[in-house]
């Protein structure tokens, strides 16, 4: 059973920073996806970033290009999501979410979409307020 578990929320100034932590377990196939959603009040649940395993190739959101930066630890099982230049509309509860597969697969154009993945973190808050 694959397990997710989110850290590194709180509340930040606009303009401010933080780092998210995804810690990964429990995957028995070589290839898997690793994505940060997030969901504000009101609104639906939307795809921020995406990061795959092997070559790494990374994804994003138009309305965070240039300020969030997903990454990666191998040895620590664990995805980052680096955020700068946060805004008051970036408030919301962050959720990252997996599947894997065994075969590599092409997410360029459904990464954002909830239904591929089948685990999903707890969720953390991230508040962008003065």
């Known amino acids: 059973q694959v397990q997710l578990v989110e850290s590194g929320g709180g509340l930040v100034q606009p303009g401010g920073s933080l780092r998210l932590s995804c810690v990964a377990s429990g995957f028995t196939a070589d290839y898997y996806v690793i994505a940060w959603f997030r969901q504000a009040p009101g609104k639906e649940r939307e795809g921020v970033s995406c990061?795959?395993?092997?070559?790494?190739?990374?994804y994003y959101a138009d309305s965070v290009k240039g300020r969030f930066t997903i990454s990666r630890d191998n040895a620590k099982n664990t995805v980052f999501l680096t955020m700068n230049s946060l805004k008051p509309e970036d408030t919301a509860v962050y959720y990252c979410?997996?599947?894997?597969?065994?075969?590599?697969?092409?997410?360029?154009?459904?990464?954002?979409?909830?239904?591929?993945?089948?685990?999903w973190g707890q969720g953390t808050q991230v508040t962008v307020s003065s």
């Open positions: 979410a997996t599947f894997e597969s065994h075969s590599i697969l092409d997410v360029t154009t459904s990464w954002g979409k909830e239904f591929i993945y089948d685990y």
């Open positions: 990061i795959s395993s092997g070559d790494g190739s990374t």
